[in-house]
């Protein structure tokens, strides 16, 4: 069965730094883009960022470029989410999405979605 | 930025067609796809490219894209298909999702 699991959420200040993960399985991995897309409290879907593959390619929402970093382990199955400098409005339902290519194409769509994991900004 | 505007809202009484569409600027040379998601759960993709359906997916969901309007339309609706459906495409170097449309089957 194809899963994705994130994990790290948690409760962080503004300004401050949280790393979230999303573990793969039941899929070759490094045969698919990835994404991360968010959804805060009450809202609509967001994407955020997307890689490629094999991570030779990446691509950020304006509202988190220079703050967040996509990232990929295929040797542990594992999509990563490095977020800095975190605003009140980054606080959402961070969910993992699988693609249907290798690449993160025009077509692109998100076959397979996690459960997500709650990131919240808050003093 | 590229915008994709759908009805806040749209119902539809059991056993009935429901419509909902997307607008954007000639969004008909674009791909369009569409989610499901029910309440506390994370979305699921019913329509990929305009009109194609992932396995497992009913026959009663079919889409469509021309001009500046795609369209998803569930057919024979029941109670089951309650549920926020959002569109999405890629706009140079972004993926957007329109505004979310809240589907009630009366």
């Known amino acids: 069965e194809v899963q994705l699991l994130e994990s790290g959420g948690g409760l962080v200040q503004p300004g401050g730094s949280l790393g979230l993960s999303c573990a793969a399985s039941?899929?070759?991995?490094?045969?698919?883009?990835m994404s991360w897309v968010r959804q805060a409290p009450g809202k609509g879907l967001e994407w955020v960022s997307a890689?490629?593959?094999?991570?030779?390619?990446?691509y950020y929402a304006d509202s988190v470029k220079g703050r967040f970093t996509i990232s990929r382990d295929n040797s542990k199955n594992t999509l990563y989410l490095q977020m800095n400098s975190l605003r009140v409005e980054d606080m959402a339902v961070y969910y993992c999405?699988?693609?249907?290519?290798?690449?993160?194409?025009?077509?692109?769509?998100?076959?397979?979605w996690g459960q997500g994991t709650m990131v919240t900004v808050s003093s | 930025s590229y915008e994709l505007a759908q009805p806040l809202s749209v119902s539809v009484a059991l056993g009935q067609t429901a419509i909902i569409t997307c607008g954007g600027n000639?969004?008909?040379?674009?791909?369009v796809n569409w989610y499901q998601q029910k309440p506390g759960q994370a979305p699921v993709l019913v329509i990929y490219t305009d009109s194609s359906r992932p396995s497992g997916i009913p026959e009663r969901f079919s889409g469509s894209n021309s001009g500046n309007t795609a369209t998803l339309t569930i057919y024979r609706a029941q109670a089951g298909d309650e549920a926020d459906y959002y569109c999405q495409v890629w706009d140079s170097n972004f993926y957007v999702f329109g505004t979310g449309t809240k589907v009630t089957v009366l």
């Open positions: 890689i490629s593959h094999n991570g030779g390619t990446t």
């Open positions: 999405a699988k693609h249907g290519a290798r690449t993160v194409t025009t077509i692109g769509a998100f076959y397979i």
């Open positions: 039941g899929f070759t991995f490094n045969n698919y883009a």
């Open positions: 000639n969004i008909g040379s674009k791909s």
